[in-house]
T-cell receptor, first 116, second 112 residues
Framework: DTGVSQDPRHKITKRGQNVTFRCDPI?????LYWYRQTLGQGPEFLTY????????KSRLLSDRFSAERPKGSFSTLEIQRTEQGDSAMYLC??????????????FGEGSRLTVL | AQSVAQPEDQVNVAEGNPLTVKCTYS??????LFWYVQYPNRGLQFLLK??????LVKGSYGFEAEFNKSQTSFHLKKPSALVSDSALYFC??????????FGGGTRLMVKP
């Protein structure tokens, strides 16, 4: 499978615990995006990377959230001291990011977080 | 800043009938517009996009969308709905650095 993959697909945790999600983008894609989607809502932008550089962060990304893309390939999104309001689907997407790229994002299946 | 509005939370249509899911947008400059579909507990799947050219864009699974610049709309359409089309549909507009801004989504229910 050469699509975007995310792990884990589901995570249940207790309030106050830390969680980490991983995203593996399509291999030739330079850009990687994280979105958050709560039930019944559209995805909201969190952050994005061009190769290993984190170029944009939404105000939704509080200081409990950190994202990395250390080698410009996979990315991790860590949430520290989780709160019940963090319960959501975390979506990763990638795009070519150059040349003929016309903006289409390719999404993974998402990582659903439930904070008890 | 760009924005997208999907005025209908839900659209109900009988199988075999035509369907329309509405979307209006606001963006400075030329709009790059997208439709995505989401099935339960799944990620978003790309349906179609408007970049430039013909106002009627054809996409996956028989869907098409009509771009109307004067009405700033990009409605999703299909001539004959299938029960399997039932899902959540999102309209999106591209902003800087390819970031997509999504609408709130419209749930499409196709009844047999």
């Amino acid at each position: 499978d050469t699509g975007v993959s995310q792990d884990p697909r589901h995570k249940i945790t207790k309030r106050g615990q830390n969680v980490t999600f991983r995203c593996d983008p399509i291999s030739e894609h330079n850009r990687l995006y994280w979105y958050r989607q709560t039930l019944g809502q559209g995805p909201e932008f969190l952050t994005y990377f061009q190769n290993e550089a984190q170029l944009e962060k939404s105000r939704l990304l509080s200081d409990r959230f950190s994202a990395e893309r250390p080698k410009g390939s996979f990315s991790t999104l860590e949430i520290q001291r989780t709160e019940q309001g963090d319960s959501a689907m975390y979506l990763c997407a990638s795009s070519l990011g150059a040349g003929l790229d016309t903006g289409e994002l390719f999404f993974g299946e998402g990582s659903r977080l439930t904070v008890l | 800043a760009q924005s997208v509005a999907q005025p209908e939370d839900q659209v109900n249509v009988a199988e075999g009938n035509p369907l329309t899911v509405k979307c209006t947008y606001s963006v400075s400059g030329n709009p790059y517009l997208f439709w995505y579909v989401q099935y339960p507990n799944r990620g978003l799947q790309f349906l179609l996009k408007y970049i430039t050219g013909d106002n009627l864009v054809k996409g996956s699974y028989g869907f098409e969308a009509e771009f109307n610049k004067s009405q700033t709309s990009f409605h999703l359409k299909k001539p004959s709905a299938l029960v399997s089309d039932s899902a959540l549909y999102f309209c999106a507009v591209r902003g800087p650095e390819n970031m997509l801004t999504f609408g709130g989504g419209t749930r499409l229910m196709v009844k047999p």
